[in-house]
């Protein structure tokens, strides 16, 4: 039975990050922060994506409405193909330039969430070496073809992680590319259709 004085708690200083333990929970923090801040970019470019689509609808529907009253309003064929042809004549533009608008806005979303994944795994592969070097510090004699073994095994899993990044990256790009191209080919293809009409 305790018949000391009053209880007086101690005080200790913040621990160094020395255990791997901390090292791990630390990291997984930084991780979670990491994805908190994707999570918010990626509901950025949702955001853009929902304005674009009301005001991309709420201009086709005005404008389907005039045409629709432009129609009734013809009293000849010609007056009608002429209707007709000035209100699909400026949608094939239209369209093309909506369709490089969303492709802004998922090119500009995607390169600012693969920018902090790629720092968020730089800072995460560190502070998980630096867990494994504690460990192999304090592993026990004896044990040394073990953690080798495990420190192969290691540098193999950063090597793959790394070569798929290299080829996510490398597979991004050349969609971009082939989307750019796609479109610079429907907006010329729209451009002829015009000047044919």
Same mark, same amino acid.
């Given at each position: 039975?305790?018949?000391?004085?009053?209880?007086?708690?101690?005080?200790?200083?913040?621990?160094?990050?020395?255990?791997?333990?901390?090292?791990?929970?630390?990291?997984?923090? #930084?991780?979670?922060? #990491?994805?908190?801040?994707?999570?918010?970019?990626?509901? #950025?470019?949702?955001?853009?994506?929902?304005?674009?689509?009301?005001?991309?609808?709420?201009?086709?529907?005005?404008?389907?409405?005039?045409?629709?009253?432009?129609?009734?309003?013809?009293?000849?064929?010609?007056?009608?193909?002429?209707?007709?042809?000035?209100?699909?004549?400026?949608?094939?533009?239209?369209?093309?330039?909506?369709?490089?608008?969303?492709?802004?806005?998922?090119?500009?979303?995607?390169?600012?969430?693969?920018?902090?994944?790629?720092?968020?795994?730089?800072?995460?592969?560190?502070?998980?070496?630096?867990?494994?070097?504690?460990?192999?510090?304090? =592993?026990?004699?004896?044990?040394? #073809?073990?953690?080798?073994?495990?420190?192969?095994?290691?540098?193999?899993?950063?090597?793959?992680?790394?070569?798929?990044? =290299?080829?996510?990256?490398? =597979?991004?790009?050349?969609?971009?590319?082939?989307?750019?191209?796609?479109?610079?080919?429907?907006?010329?293809?729209?451009?002829?259709?015009?000047?044919?009409?």
């Amino acid at each position: 039975m305790f018949t000391g004085g009053p209880f007086v708690p101690l005080h200790f200083k913040e621990p160094e990050m020395n255990n791997p333990a901390e090292q791990i929970i630390a990291t997984n923090k #930084a991780n979670l922060e #990491a994805l908190e801040g994707a999570a918010t970019k990626a509901y #950025a470019g949702l955001e853009k994506l929902v304005e674009l689509n009301l005001a991309a609808s709420k201009a086709a529907l005005g404008e389907t409405f005039s045409f629709a009253q432009a129609v009734l309003s013809a009293k000849t064929p010609q007056e009608f193909m002429t209707v007709q042809t000035g209100f699909f004549q400026p949608m094939a533009e239209k369209s093309v330039a909506y369709f490089q608008h969303v492709q802004s806005i998922a090119t500009e979303g995607s390169a600012d969430i693969t920018k902090q994944i790629e720092a968020t795994m730089v800072d995460a592969q560190k502070a998980f070496g630096a867990s494994v070097d504690q460990l192999v510090k304090n =592993a026990p004699a004896g044990s040394e #073809a073990a953690v080798a073994a495990f420190q192969n095994a290691l540098s193999q899993s950063q090597k793959a992680v790394e070569t798929a990044q =290299a080829t996510i990256k490398k =597979a991004s790009a050349t969609a971009q590319a082939n989307f750019a191209v796609a479109t610079k080919q429907a907006s010329d293809l729209a451009k002829k259709a015009a000047k044919a009409v």
